[in-house]
């Protein structure tokens, strides 16, 4: 094995594309070792890619994304696969065989993302990067700066008796609605497991009231509603009604710490929502915040954040986890209880919007990579040629999915040594 | 709370900590404050809610908070706290694990309450009725089963029953009036409240409120327990006015049991006798179906929830046997019942059956001082 890997680079399969994914790659393949990407959805970034800021900068996130693309746009050694997925791994270390399905994009590498398939396509779907706030067409590009810049077009969401527009409007022959999913056989000495997280289904929070009481969302959909890629162009209004939100609630712990759905604690909540204050802060001077919390954890260097947010006089922070969440009688607003601890009374507080601070859920609690191991609540086990990095390992902030994704480079290149 | 608690100084009784654990609230230290608990419950007042201090109270072992307490009245234990507990510290349980501890901080003398509260006294707390009823029997001269049409006269003469039960009823009755003053006291001293307005107007806007269960059919997650237990409530009433009515008929009126089965006496007692097997027989199933959300429960309640089916069971099958001329197993059955009745009856003071004392007190205090109006 060692002889083997003497005279060509390690390989190494990285399962997903986000921010730790990406990171790995990059990072794996400055030290010389071939590198496969492989991505679930159409385009790179992930998570990430759908928050308005991020920390530590609160930078927006094409900053260090845009970074990423371009070291893999440069380097020869990385490959990439985008709307494709892991179906087996056999073998062992240094010697893996894995097989990934592509899933057809119906779209080609002539595309030049001129937006005229969009424009002709007359079937339209759910808008998933942006939580079903809006719409798109059935031919569509993930998002503005939506690496790689290729228009998609949902299979599931296309109506077979369009008559093939996009294809007819499509000038560069881009539209390719023949392509068929195809299976492909890789041989890699290890593999990095990044396949992230998803935000905790606020479906299940049954006191919470999302889907039935008007205006309360989760923190991921916030991200979308400051964006200025978002369904309202970085303006945070209210869903119902589009009224400006004046006067927002943040309920921590939606769903996190509780042995009823996420037992742990996401470590990124807190701050998430310090961040969405400022957000609103900044957006609408005469709001006021108020965020209901157990605890608010604010790990290391990020405490200073917690004191900015807290100098600010329109922001309140009250003790006590919000258990009920109800439609105030005749309007949209919405009714939050809790109990003040401080003051030991039960309160009910007015809001026109309530965000629910939803934790992480690894990927691996519904969809499992078969062939790798998972710990009783999804998160990735790491063993030797296949190490987990980011948050498909345990919930953590950007800024250390990178160093974790830095780690887990060192360890796939160890494999692909034969030690 | 913590106003009240800021500046002084805490002095936790770590074996009152045990204690609950012990009684019951083995999840106790589980709890981490989250508040949930207080906000779904339905039949909290808004200001100074529980349980979460209660929960605090009891991890902290502050006694004289939670024994001086009417608030764990208050409590019906829905289990709403329980089922939406993010940490599965069961509020419910540990609540109802103080209250049984009150029971036994205010019931005299200390060291019954101690005996009911422990399952390995079972047996000697058993041992009291076999031993005085037998000595009744064989005091009569009875060796065996008595021939002839079955009389449960026969080997338990009315005179014999009126003693025994009625001693236990002025025991049970008077050691209630001792807990019931001491328990008022010191929820006085604990609430630092001052009871006032008409006592006879709150007590009996506590009794209508147990006539219809208001506040028990808050509840959602175990809603079906204030029907079985309305049910349980209501034949114990039932039965009650049989009794007296027996009495009437013997002394006042000088008729010898067994009555006609068209008895309008009888006819009460039987509808009560069934409604009390059905109305406890759903209070098992209940507390089996809602075991995982709700608790399992603890000796304290079993213990009760048992004497109460058997006497249930043994009355009516006393009847059936006598009815169907067993004479081998009728005896024998309705010995047992007796057995059973003076266990329900002389150890209620210590006994889950003292709860509708205490709560009643404990309601009618926080009627009396504001706390629940």
């Known amino acids: 094995m060692s002889e083997q890997s003497s005279r060509r680079p390690h390989r190494i399969l990285v399962i997903g594309g986000g921010f730790s994914g990406l990171t790995t790659a990059v990072d794996a393949a400055e030290t010389g070792a071939e590198v496969i ?44 696969h985008t709307m494709a997925e892991v179906e087996t791994i056999t073998g062992g270390p240094g010697d893996y065989t894995v097989t ?46 939506a690496f790689p ?62 889907g039935k009481v008007k205006n309360v969302i989760t923190n991921m959909m916030m991200e979308r509603l400051a964006s200025p890629t978002g369904p309202t162009a970085g303006k945070i209004l209210r869903p119902s009604d589009g009224k400006p939100v004046e006067n927002i609630v943040f309920v921590q712990c939606a769903g996190s710490r509780d042995e009823n759905h996420l037992p742990y604690c996401s470590s990124i909540c807190c701050l998430a929502s310090l961040k969405q204050v400022t957000y609103i802060r900044e957006q609408n001077p005469g709001s006021k915040a108020r965020i209901f919390y157990i605890d608010i954890r604010t790990p290391g260097k990020y405490e200073k954040f917690y004191g900015k947010v807290k100098e600010d006089p329109n922001v309140s922070f009250t003790k006590g986890k919000v258990a009920r969440i109800v439609q105030a009688e005749g309007s949209d607003d919405v009714i939050v209880e809790a109990e003040d601890m401080l003051t030991g009374a039960k309160v009910k507080v007015q809001a026109d919007m309530v965000v629910l601070a939803t934790g992480m859920e690894p990927t691996g609690a519904s969809r499992k990579v078969s062939g790798v191991g998972y710990n009783g609540d999804g998160f990735v086990l790491s063993v030797q040629g296949v190490s987990a990095a980011g948050c498909s390992k345990n ?17 796939a290149i160890k494999t692909g040594q034969g030690r | 709370m913590p106003e009240q608690i800021a500046g002084q100084i ?66 019906h ?37 101690h005996m009911v509260a422990d399952s390995k006294y079972l047996l000697l707390l058993m041992a009291l009725p076999v031993l ?46 001792f807990g019931i003053r001491k328990y008022w006291a010191a929820m006085k001293v604990g609430t630092k409240a001052a009871p006032r307005g008409s006592l006879a107007e709150d007590v009996v806007a506590v009794i209508t409120e147990f006539l219809t269960h208001r506040r028990f059919r808050k509840c959602s997650v175990t809603q079906e327990r204030s029907t079985s237990h309305l049910l349980v409530f209501y034949a114990f009433a039932g039965l009650a006015l049989t009794t007296t009515w027996a009495i009437v ?82 005896y024998p059955v309705y010995f047992i019942h007796l057995v059973f009745v003076f266990f329900l009856f002389a150890y209620a003071p210590f006994s889950k059956m003292a709860h509708m004392v205490y709560r009643t007190t404990a309601l009618v205090f926080a009627r009396q001082t504001g706390r629940d109006r």
Request: hydrophobic share 40%; proline share 6%.
């Open chain 2, 10 to 75: 805490i002095k936790p009784d770590l074996n009152f900590v045990k204690d609950i654990i012990a009684s019951g609230g083995e999840s106790l230290k589980k709890c981490y404050q989250c508040s949930t608990c207080t906000v779904v419950c339905d039949v909290t007042p808004g200001e100074t809610p529980f349980p979460r201090k209660e929960m605090l109270y009891a991890q902290w072992g502050l006694k004289e908070r939670l024994l001086n307490n009417p608030d764990v009245w208050l409590c």
């Open chain 2, 249 to 330: 008929y013997l002394y006042g009126f000088h008729r010898e049991s067994p009555y006609p089965q068209y008895d309008p006496m009888k006819l009460v007692g039987n509808v009560s006798a069934l409604a009390l097997l059905f109305g406890i027989s759903l209070v098992v199933v209940n507390r089996l179906k809602n075991a995982e959300k709700a608790g399992k429960g603890s000796y304290f309640d079993w213990l009760f929830l048992s004497v109460i089916f058997i006497i249930a069971v043994t009355g009516l099958f006393s009847e059936l046997l006598r009815l169907g001329n067993i004479a081998v197993l009728a």
């Open chain 2, 132 to 177: 005085l009823l037998l000595g009744v029997i064989v005091g009569r001269g009875v060796t065996g089963i008595p021939d002839g049409e079955i009389v449960y006269t026969k080997i338990m003469p009315v005179p014999a029953i009126d003693v025994i039960f009625t001693a236990a009823a002025v025991f049970a009755v008077l050691s209630f009036l």
């Open chain 1, 149 to 210: 810049q290729k228009y998609v077009i949902d299979g599931a969401s296309c109506a077979a008796d369009c008559g093939k527009a996009c294809r007819e409007a499509c000038r560069y022959g881009a539209v390719d609605l023949e392509m068929k999913a195809e299976t492909r056989e890789l041989r890699v000495d290890s593999l990095v497991v990044a396949t992230g997280w998803d935000p905790y289904d606020p479906n299940r929070l049954d006191l919470l009231g999302f």
């Open chain 1, 395 to 411: 919930p953590m902030d950007v800024a250390r999915s990178a160093q974790d994704a830095t780690s887990a480079v060192l360890k």
């Open chain 2, 77 to 113: 234990q829905c289990s709403d706290c329980t089922a939406h507990c993010p940490r599965g510290a069961k509020p419910g349980e540990v609540l109802g694990a103080v209250r049984k501890m009150t029971i036994r901080e205010y019931s005299a003398p200390r060291f019954l309450a």
């Open chain 1, 37 to 80: 990407v492989i991505e679930r959805n159409p385009y790179l970034g992930g998570r990430v890619a759908q928050l308005n800021k991020y920390f530590p900068k609160l930078c927006p996130p094409l900053c260090g994304l845009e970074l990423n693309f371009k070291r893999i746009r440069t380097n020869p050694l990385v490959t990439l």
């Open chain 1, 100 to 145: 990934v399905k592509l899933h057809p994009r119906y779209v080609n590498d002539n595309c030049t993302a001129c937006n005229a398939c969009a424009e002709a396509c007359p079937a339209e779907r759910p808008n998933d990067f942006n939580f079903g706030m809006d719409r798109t067409k059935a031919a569509y590009l993930p998002f503005n700066q």
